[in-house]
């Protein structure tokens, strides 16, 4: 089987619409319009061809309102792409989020990572505030020379600036301000990857007009900035999936294929885990803002499921 045809099956099963938003079909179609392969075969390639031992960054971090509380999608993925880029890269992986939710990280990093990838891995967290997240991302671009800097499920400024949940509620003050490592990255020469699932996400800038015209609060908002939700932060390859976390394991799934170890690739029972443990941090349901085994609405146990289709399928 080519590479292409298994790039074609795991973007299906990353866009199964379980959440059932209504909208993944046309941001699909629009990311898909501007890659000349498969999402998840292309966004594995450029991991693929990164440097041994270089310095990636991955950022996630969405603030739910109730609370401020982060939500189960997002961390789970991210610690999955560290897991693999670690283990197939040597890399140093430097997971990013905010300073409230960096136990969350750690203790899905607990879980799923193997001693040889937490030995090469780092905590940070970033500035809510815009004046100190410019100082500190030149601090981190000059300091790593990150090879990469990868976005997961990180909520993103609209055209005004502002950084809002998908039912339009303002949520800048608990957000740090990344946009601005990805603005800065693309001046020297950084690869960025961004991986959403609803438009409001850091990367989304890619696809802007098609997330205006599909997604519901893309043009209005709850609070005065009137913006609307729709993230203009650009990346340079985006990936859209229904779930962010699922975006992560399609790419997770076509780097053990790249790297011929399909059983490296997480299964249902680790997945079970590293939801459980990133509850037990403080992470929520995103969907019913509940601390419950669930990630976008959708059970843990579908959640497995959906990892084990993705294990079975490049098995
Ligand atoms: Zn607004």
Not at 48 to 70: C, D, H, R
Not at 71 to 96: C, N, Q
Not at 156 to 170: E, V, W
Not at 181 to 208: P, R, S
Request: charged share 25%.
């Amino acid at each position: 089987m080519e590479l292409e045809y298994f790039g074609e099956e795991l973007d299906k099963l990353i866009t199964l619409d379980l959440p059932k938003r209504g909208v993944i079909p046309f941001l699909y179609k629009a990311a898909r319009k501007i890659s000349d392969e498969p999402l998840t075969l292309k966004a594995a390639k450029i991991i693929q061809g990164l440097p041994e031992k270089s310095n990636v960054i991955i950022v996630t971090g969405f603030p739910q309102t109730y609370k401020a509380l982060q939500e189960t999608d997002g961390p789970l993925g991210a610690i999955a792409l560290a897991r693999v880029i670690g283990e197939f890269k040597a890399s140093k992986i430097f997971l990013m989020i905010e300073e409230r939710a960096i136990k969350v990280m750690e203790n899905c990093a607990k879980v799923l990572l193997t001693e040889t990838t937490k030995s090469n891995l780092s905590f940070l967290s970033f500035p809510l505030d815009e004046d100190k997240a410019r100082e500190r991302a030149i601090e981190i671009i000059s300091e790593l020379n990150p090879s990469l800097i990868l976005a997961i499920e990180k909520v993103g400024k609209n055209l005004k600036g502002k950084y809002h949940s998908m039912k339009g509620m303002d949520v800048s003050k608990y957000a740090s301000k990344v946009d601005i490592l990805f603005e800065m990255a693309k001046e020297k020469g950084i690869t960025t990857l961004g991986i959403g699932d609803g438009g409001n996400e850091v990367g989304m800038g890619n696809i802007y007009d098609a997330i205006l015209e599909h997604v519901p609060n893309a043009k209005r908002c709850s609070c005065e900035c009137e913006g609307g939700i729709a993230c203009v932060t650009k990346c340079d390859f985006l990936l859209v999936s229904s779930i962010s976390n699922w975006g992560a394991y399609g790419i997770e799934a076509m780097l053990c294929l790249l790297n011929h170890e399909p059983e490296f690739m997480h299964d249902g029972l680790m997945e079970d885990k590293v939801l459980e443990a990133s509850i037990e941090a403080g992470a929520i349901d995103g969907f019913t803002h509940k601390a419950i085994k669930a990630v976008d609405g959708v059970d843990s146990k579908t959640n497995g499921n959906m990892v084990e289709i993705m294990k079975a399928l490049i098995g």
